[in-house]
């Protein structure tokens, strides 16, 4: 009975092989195993069924010819019938020794073939080339591809070198293969022990926390075997420094700020740090504008002049790069930030209540015409501040902490002027405070959302006229309370494209 492998290649199957076949397998198969794998799983079913038909080797059961498409059943089987010699395998045509009939002892001999006949009619031997296990691993700390077969670095200024590492047995002198793609450009490798460059390269962008990494597609494979392939994504060196320091009461050429990237030459990012300049000065001014805004929005309609306010004091520093993961396969951006608005908003003055129409009509006959001419104003005495400090240490490890501190008091007051006869005393109250509430939202990269929140101004009137025989008091919410902002948006202090 005679069979072909996957390889094309024909073995004769023997039953019952005598003691001068001098092993079960040709050579060079290590064993059975190995060679039974050169078949596919129906060539070996229609061996056992082969042997099943065959009346001079009952040794197969019954029950496992019914069971033919457990393949690993088969193969155990046939292996078994390998190692205990009932049955082998040889290359049609090769020349086997027999044992000889003493009545042919004196027969003549054949005459003895050449040299050259002989090997042409000897077989072609079958290599094993098969490829047990693969892995990589980059050159700086040795880290290695998951099980899935990713590997993630971050290639220093002399580049990365990716180790290529497989176990193989056997070997036919071409293999393993390594094929190696990236881009356009493509390269192939071959050895037990090889590497590839896997290049730095600078970003000089914006875009620091949402990079889309070079990416090298390698895939392994010998003549037999499994087959691998392995993902490495290499992401920038670029290390940025930010700071600013901006006082908006001051003109914009006393404001501090620097962003360098290193480890590349100044000139080459000179245009990258202007844009990142104008990327944080927008979001700054933008905010302070929406802040501005919102409290002249909530005030003007009750003052008679425009409030003096400070806001957005701002001290910010920044630093961060990608980095590899010393415990896993994975690269993070690691940073750190600081922000420090101090203050966020800050009012220490003194302002008439408004127009004339923000008084209600009773006060306004109270003051006219029994008492004389009334004052109302609003005072405003402290700052809010906002700290916040953002983190992130290992790829599944990121920190913020945000708090809004201090409160701005308000106060309402009045005085009486050409007080007519018989009023002997005024008295004015009602205020609140202006405070922040602060959050940080879950995200990995600085951000900041913040609200300004008061309740409101209540004020109360007490008028004793008459030598204290007339008492008048009564209440008006002047102002009322809730946020300055109708929905309070996320900050991200370097710019929403960073």
């Not at 949402?210 to 994504?233: A, H, I, N, W």
């Not at 003109?251 to 080459?268: L, N, S, V, Y």
Request: net charge positive; aromatic share 10%; charged share 25%.
């Amino acid at each position: 009975m005679q069979f072909s492998n996957r390889h094309g290649t024909r073995f004769e199957l023997v039953i019952h092989p005598t003691a001068a076949v001098s092993t079960a397998v040709p050579i060079p198969y290590a064993g059975p195993e190995a060679f039974l794998g050169t078949f596919t799983a129906a060539q070996r079913a229609e061996m056992l069924r082969s042997l099943g038909a065959n009346a001079r080797f009952p040794t197969v059961d019954n029950a496992l010819l019914r069971n033919l498409q457990n393949d690993a059943l088969a193969t155990t089987t046939l292996a078994r019938l390998l190692r205990t010699r009932q049955i082998a395998f040889s290359v049609p045509g090769a020349q086997r020794t027999t044992q000889v009939p003493a009545t042919a002892a004196a027969a003549p001999s054949a005459p003895a073939e050449r040299p050259q006949e002989a090997a042409r009619q000897a077989p072609r031997e079958e290599v094993v080339c098969e490829l047990m296990a693969a892995q990589i691993s980059c050159s700086h700390k040795g880290r290695k591809a998951n099980r899935e077969g990713h590997l993630e670095v971050v290639p220093g200024r002399d580049d990365d070198g990716i180790k290529l590492e497989a176990t193989i047995r056997g070997g036919c002198g071409h293999h393993p293969r390594w094929q190696i793609k990236a881009d356009k450009h493509s390269e192939t490798k071959s050895g037990a022990r090889t590497s590839f460059l896997a290049q730095n390269w600078p970003l000089k962008s914006l875009l620091i926390f949402e990079v889309l990494p070079r990416t090298y597609q390698v895939d392994v494979d010998c003549c037999s075997g499994m087959s691998k392939r392995f993902t490495v994504k290499a992401y920038p060196i670029d290390q940025w420094s930010v700071t600013a320091n901006i006082d908006f009461k001051k003109p914009p050429t006393q404001w501090e700020f620097e962003a360098k990237i290193t480890p590349w030459d100044e000139a080459g990012t000179e245009d990258t740090g202007l844009k990142l300049k104008s990327g944080i000065l927008h979001a700054l001014t933008d905010k302070k504008k929406q802040l501005d805004y919102a409290l002249e929005k909530v005030l003007k309609p009750l003052l008679a002049k425009e409030p003096e306010w400070e806001f957005f004091k701002t001290k910010f520093t920044f630093k961060g790069q990608w980095v590899e993961c010393e415990t896993d396969h994975r690269c993070f951006y690691k940073y750190e930030a600081t922000l420090a608005l101090d203050p966020l908003v800050k009012g220490s003055f003194t302002i008439p209540f408004g127009p004339t129409g923000a008084i209600p009509p009773w006060i306004k006959k109270w003051s006219t015409d029994l008492i004389g001419d009334l004052y109302l104003y609003v005072q405003f005495g402290g700052e809010v501040g906002l700290k916040g400090k953002w983190s992130r240490t290992t790829p599944d490890t990121t920190a913020a902490e945000v708090s809004g501190s201090g409160k701005v008091g308000v106060k309402v007051g009045g005085s009486l002027f050409l007080m007519k006869r018989g009023a002997l005393n005024l008295d004015v109250n009602g205020g609140t405070e202006i405070s922040a509430e602060v959050t940080a939202p879950v995200e990995r990269k600085p951000a900041v959302s913040f609200d300004l929140k008061w309740g409101g101004i209540e004020v109360e009137l007490t008028i004793e006229a008459a030598w204290g025989m007339v008492e008048y008091k009564r209440k008006w919410k002047a102002v009322e309370g809730g946020s300055f902002f109708q929905q309070p948006k996320v900050w991200h202090p370097l710019g929403e494209g960073a």
